[in-house]
DNA sequence: TTGACATGACACCAAATGGTGTCCTATAGT
DNA sequence: ACTATAGGACACCATTTGGTGTCATGTCAA
């Protein structure tokens, strides 16, 4: 469907997951309320989350309520923690290694 | 400048960091080789991670010699690990609990 | 039953994105 | 000195992205 990183790197789709984790289930209105943009904008971003497997929705009445799902998040979570080892270990230290291998 | 789940959102880019990972520093020609594109677009990819704070590069000769910076992924480790919470729970208790409000 | 509300489904648009090729300069190597 | 290599700096292009507005449909409430 759609990478996780992708759905993850516009700021209002972080907001709108920050706004779910929150609330648990909110339906479309009222998370549009909260953003600079119209209707349409904000269910694409909907969209594009439910593609990722990030959200899920279920219609009540002429609402569609919205609710988190985290667990694609497992992925990014896994790749970054590749790279603490890196951040751990001063930079400038790094650079002085790379830099020394030639004497 | 740039924000780093942008820059991470890109497949290519995250190869370029995984690349530099393990090798420590590697000049452009060596980046190009590995991926299905050619020199301008690989370029391109490490100029937005630089945007980024997550590649820096030092010229010497006729090179420019490329490394990670690991510092700035600690801002993505920080959002995702707050959802930690919200995927150890049973998703479908979540879901439960929703429906449940209403008896 | 009538009117307001919630949302899906388009069509549309400007700007950003991810590639390409070309030209130019600097450095290495013979 | 000459030639090949490394890569910066463009100009260019198709596609995607992130927004808009409009129309049609289903639901709630008086």
Partial sequence: MRD?????ADPTRRGLLDLLAQAGELPLHD???????????VSKHLTVLKEAGLVEDRKVGRETL????????????????????FWEQRIERLKDLLEGERE
Same sequence: chains 1, 2.
């Fill in 4 to 8: 996780v990183y992708d759905a993850v």
């Fill in 31 to 41: 998370l549009v309320d909260r953003f600079p943009m119209g209707r349409t904008a």
């Fill in 66 to 85: 919205y609710h988190l799902n985290a667990a694609p998040l497992r992925e990014i979570r896994g790749w970054v923690s590749f790279y603490e080892q």
